[in-house]
């Protein structure tokens, strides 16, 4: 790596804002290539994420689902482990939630509330328990087993829903409708209680609220508590992390748990907040954009809060476009794959220019 | 089963095992010179796409297979970039290209053919056409040896090159000195780089063969396999690849006999919903997911141990 210091604040803000920036460049440069105004794209997307309230909904809805994952693979990062396994620890958390909705009977919303997000939890940490576990004790590299994990869930999920879940008669192979006792309230409900308006329309729901204080707590968690240290030293140096009296073992399933526990919560927002039952690839690739946020995010909470409302307005930005000119939503892939990219295997494309410029600063 | 319903499965055993024994090697050949490659499926997708978009536009399958392989290097050539001359995180640089190549197939296939992100179905010369073997005409009514030769004849001609790169893969790693020096750089960079050979331009050559290896395996998906580009159609495939690779312990002969298994696998769910073992039935869903439960059990050190080349995924800093 180069030695060159860069001050830390421009390594928390400059450098991911320039990954960023460069990240659109290109992605408006494509626009331009086939043929689209790249302006015009962007008027597009801020008026259909920000534009209304119920824009704003959708851009919240979506930042739900990516605070979950981003903050399940900034946790994991933080230990330097990879976790691409969010996909199948959320898909593997519906399954929970539908399980707890399913099968318990609900007297009100907040104590089924309280039962899904342990499901969810749950099923998602001991999904990624086994890839964690297989790292600490048999040295099985983390990354192959979570993304065989993966595809090993939609199978799992897959036949859950064919062979069990699927009411008897039906084609479709989705779960029967959560009882009504299980709705989540809706953001407007939420908001009406306070009289301000907003739409009805879109699914953003208090999972929204959830998300938002586990960007703090897992914050508090980590830089707070004596885990958190522990995590952070083995991410640092697992040699001084060992010489410290930290078990390498047991530090890398603790929070191979709590990144899978938070991948698995997605399900409160999606499954139970949105869809209100179990359907095949619910989780739609949101496990995968978690990478890309926690990149983005620096594998600080803050940023992953930031960074989910980011990918957020893509999301709901890429809908409208793909609605009202010839980009498709596909588009949205690229943008996260380019921030992928450049935050996280050319960053230090970008962090040496500003590393020269900095030192020249310092000497002229 | 009977015999021809048999040979039948084994027939299409070959064929999907192809594209994942040009991406299995693809990987070997990368990983052997220290550079992890998860991004297998997106260059394979992306050669697909290119490969189906060329072989529709010219009529010609063989220039789409040349487009395939080239856009296939390209996205080697990135990943070069990232994580030798960068010196970035080799399996973030993975993930990035294979959502690339998702994102970007179906933008530039919905711009150019308007069809929801494919391309049109390839026909004639578009295609690569069955190759009989000789005699196989001949043959056909003899018991058993016109069957089981019959399995063997009438594939593409990729079929036939990709389970030839299998003793060239072989003899290119064990029996040349460049094997020799990229099998070094992925064990041992630093003493390769002391005997004056250089390592980034041992481990850009390995990243290149990937690279035109995984072009023949997306361009045989898509004008070999199939008629035509289709959305995500690498399925996964790109990752059976990967757990092939360490299935085969980075073995180019074992590489063979992983895909020919996994191959089987997806032949035999294809063909049945559910199959019966020893009075027990087994869901297809299981059939699909035994390739990353076996890779699993594998990685786990359970049944014999995977280990990988030593330096992979660390970039090589030179002593100053």
Not at chain 1, 164 to 173: A, I, K, N, T
């Given at each position: 790596m180069s030695t060159k210091r860069i001050p830390h604040w421009a390594d928390v803000t400059l450098v991911p804002l320039l990954s960023v920036f460069l990240a659109f460049v290109i992605s408006a440069v494509l626009i331009w290539a086939i043929g689209e105004s790249p302006w015009e794209a962007v008027k597009l997307m801020v008026d259909g994420a920000f534009g209304s309230s119920y824009g704003w909904g959708y851009t919240l809805y979506y930042a739900t689902n990516f605070m979950f994952t981003g903050l399940a693979v900034a946790v994991a990062f933080q230990a330097r482990l990879f976790n691409i396994g969010g996909e199948g620890q959320a898909a593997l958390g519906g399954l929970g939630v539908a399980l707890v909705c399913l099968y318990i009977p609900w007297p009100h919303w907040t104590l089924a509330l309280l039962g899904a997000s342990l499901g969810a939890a749950a099923f998602g940490a001991l999904w990624a328990f086994i890839p964690g576990y297989l790292q600490a004790k048999r040295g099985s590299h983390i990354v192959i087993t979570t993304i065989m994990f993966n595809f090993i869930a939609a199978s799992f999920l897959n036949y859950m829903l064919v062979s069990?879940?699927?009411?008897?008669?039906?084609?479709?192979?989705s779960s029967p409708r959560f009882p009504d006792a299980t709705t989540l309230p809706k953001l407007h409900e939420i908001l009406g209680l306070f009289g301000i308006p907003f739409s009805k329309v879109p699914p953003v729901n208090i999972s929204l609220l959830i998300a938002t204080a586990l960007c703090f707590a897992v914050w508090w968690m980590l830089w707070r508590t004596r885990l958190g240290y522990q995590i952070r030293a083995f991410g640092e140096s697992e040699p001084a992390a060992k010489y410290a009296g930290i078990s390498p073992a047991r530090i890398t399933i603790i929070v191979m748990l709590i990144s899978g526990g938070l991948a698995g919560l997605m399900a409160l927002n999606n499954v139970m907040g949105e869809q209100e039952r179990l359907v095949l690839n619910a989780v739609e690739g949101a496990g995968f954009i978690g990478i890309a946020v926690a990149l983005m995010g620096r594998n600080h909470p803050f940023g992953v809060f930031l960074a989910a409302i980011l990918f957020g307005f893509l999301y709901q930005g890429g809908a409208e476009l793909a609605l009202w000119t010839g980009i498709p939503r596909e588009l949205i892939v690229v943008i996260q794959a380019l921030v992928i990219l450049f935050t996280g295997a050319l960053d230090n494309m970008v962090r040496i220019p500003i590393a020269k410029l900095f030192a020249i600063r310092r000497t002229g | 089963m009977d015999m021809a319903t048999f040979a039948q499965v084994l027939d299409s055993t070959l064929r999907l095992a192809t594209p994942l024994l040009f991406a299995c090697l693809a990987g070997l050949i990368s990983e052997r010179a220290g550079i992890f490659d998860i991004g297998l499926e997106g260059k394979m997708l992306a050669a697909a796409f290119l490969a189906a978009a060329i072989a529709f536009v010219s009529g010609n399958v063989w220039l789409g297979v040349l487009a395939g392989i080239a856009v296939s290097v390209c996205m080697s050539l990135i990943h070069g970039v990232a994580s030798i001359t960068f010196r970035g995180n080799q399996l973030i640089s993975g993930v990035a290209i294979n959502f690339l190549a998702a994102g970007i197939t179906v933008v530039i296939a919905q711009r150019w053919f308007q069809q929801g992100g494919r391309t049109p179905s390839l026909t004639g010369d578009a295609r690569m056409a069955p190759l009989e073997l000789p005699f196989a005409e001949a043959l056909a009514d003899v018991p058993v040896l016109g069957p089981v030769y019959g399995i063997f004849s009438g594939h593409a001609l990729l079929v036939y090159v990709a389970f030839l790169c299998v003793p060239a893969t072989w003899f290119l790693l064990f029996r040349t000195r460049f094997g020799l020096r990229l099998r070094a750089v992925g064990e041992n960079p630093a003493a390769v780089d002391t005997a004056g050979i250089s390592v980034i331009g041992m481990r850009y050559g390995a990243v290149a063969i990937c690279g035109v290896l995984c072009g023949l395996a997306g361009a045989y998906l898509s004008t070999g396999l199939s008629a035509g580009f289709v959305k995500d159609m690498s399925a996964g495939r790109g990752y059976i690849a990967l757990a092939a690779m360490i299935f085969a312990k980075w073995r180019p002969w074992h590489a063979m006999g992983a895909v020919l298994l996994f191959g089987l696998l997806e032949a035999v769910a294809n063909r049945f919903q559910s199959i019966e073992i020893m009075g027990l039935a087994l869901p297809i869903q299981v059939m699909q997911a035994l390739p990353y439960i076996l890779t699993v059990v594998i990685l786990a050190g359970f049944v014999g141990r995977a280990i990988p080349p030593r330096a992979g995924g660390s970039p090589y800093v030179k002593e100053h």
């Open positions: 069990f879940l699927r009411p008897q008669g039906s084609q479709d192979p | -």
